[in-house]
């Protein structure tokens, strides 16, 4: 079955750190490969949080977290993982990873640019 998993979410104080993962089964992520992290608040839109394409291709950050999150992808693990650092209050969210096939561009985080979707993992930050 296609699918991606993502686990890591938890409630920690300000200034904690989580890592989420996310595991794709089904398929290779050493095929050519885009990977986007999204966050979902409560009554907020889906918003991009970071991404990563194939090779040389820089990864992306939203301003509001670059500094502080890290995007990777372990391909031995098959698995792709977001390293948040300082988190605050505002980084409170259901976050999701999602797949695209590479395509040689930059990755985007345009939600609709994303073929597969996890089920999401509950990040909360709260003292």
């Known amino acids: 079955q296609v699918q991606l998993v993502e686990s890591g979410g938890d409630m920690v104080q300000p200034g904690g750190s989580l890592k989420l993962s996310c595991t794709a089964s089904?398929?290779?992520?050493?095929?050519?490969?885009?990977i986007g992290w999204f966050r979902q608040a409560p009554g907020k839109e889906r918003e991009g949080v970071s991404c990563?394409?194939?090779?040389?291709?820089?990864?992306r950050y939203r301003d509001s977290v670059r500094g502080r999150f890290s995007i990777s992808v372990d391909t031995a693990k098959n698995t792709a993982v977001l390293q948040m650092n300082n988190l605050k209050p505002e980084d409170t969210a259901v976050y999701y990873c999602?797949?695209?096939?590479?395509?040689?561009?930059?990755?985007?985080?345009?939600?609709?640019?994303?073929?597969?979707w996890g089920q999401g993992t509950q990040v909360t930050v709260s003292s």
């Open positions: 990563i394409g194939a090779g040389a291709l820089p990864a």
């Open positions: 999602a797949w695209a096939p590479g395509d040689g561009l930059l990755c985007s985080h345009d939600a609709r640019d994303y073929d597969l």
């Open positions: 089904g398929f290779s992520l050493e095929r050519p490969t885009k």
